[in-house]
């Protein structure tokens, strides 16, 4: 069963300036660092110069193009809606830092405590104090091949994780997502599937 999709397509441009709004506060927490967040406040995705100010910040200053570097370009991006069903189909980006909790899976779900070090746990536990309740406002950003998944998380990997713990305590779905979708997904490093070994 696939993510419930609202219809609101999204531009690349669009994408880029969610995906800003959710770094935001995780990495320019510094207020004299930060940039002006007019760029972010007063945005017009329709406007190339501020567009433009929006993906230097995220690809450049950010470091996000690495990511972009290993997918296809963003063609088909859709705001969704991430039900209770659909949390066994979310997979954390393939790194190091998920590898052992996981136990090698790299599905949200299998985000074990035992295995959990301590440096990312405190990362974890600081995002979620940082945004608080807001944290279900921002929208996890993710990628798959089609609409039915597997859908890997690209942007928002600490921030599932600290919902998936509330999630644990009390049930906090639906989650607000973008979706990137592409046919040529699956061929991405940081696409993710059930066909992972145990």
């Known amino acids: 069963m696939p993510i419930m999709l609202f219809t609101e397509q999204l531009s ?3 994408v ?3 995906w800003l709004t959710s770094e935001w506060k995780t990495e320019w927490n510094d207020p004299s660092r930060s940039p002006s967040r007019e760029l972010l406040d007063k945005a017009d995705p329709k ?4 567009n433009k100010q929006r993906a230097d910040l995220l690809l450049q200053d950010l470091g996000r193009a690495k990511i972009l570097a290993y997918m296809p370009p963003i063609v088909g991006a859709q705001r969704v809606v991430v ?3 659909d949390l066994a189909k979310l997979y954390l ?3 190091s830092e998920w590898l052992a909790r996981t136990r090698k899976k790299f599905r949200l779900i299998d985000n074990v405590g035992p295995l959990a070090d301590a440096d990312t746990d405190r990362k974890i536990e600081m995002i979620d104090a940082r945004f608080g309740d807001a944290i279900a406002d921002q929208s996890l950003i993710l990628i798959a091949a089609n609409q039915s998944g597997p859908y890997s998380i690209i942007d928002g ?4 994780i ?5 999630y644990a ?13 592409h046919p040529q997904m699956s061929g991405s490093a940081w696409h993710k599937g059930p066909w992972l070994p145990a």
């Open 16 to 18: 880029f300036l969610a």
């Open 169 to 181: 305590r009390q049930l906090n779905t639906p989650w607000k997502g973008i979706l990137i979708t």
């Open 162 to 166: 600290a919902l998936y713990r509330r």
């Open 47 to 50: 406007d190339y110069t501020e």
């Open 157 to 160: 990997n600490h921030r599932a």
């Open 83 to 85: 039900e209770e069903n």
């Open 12 to 14: 690349k441009d669009e």
């Open 93 to 95: 980006v393939s790194s």
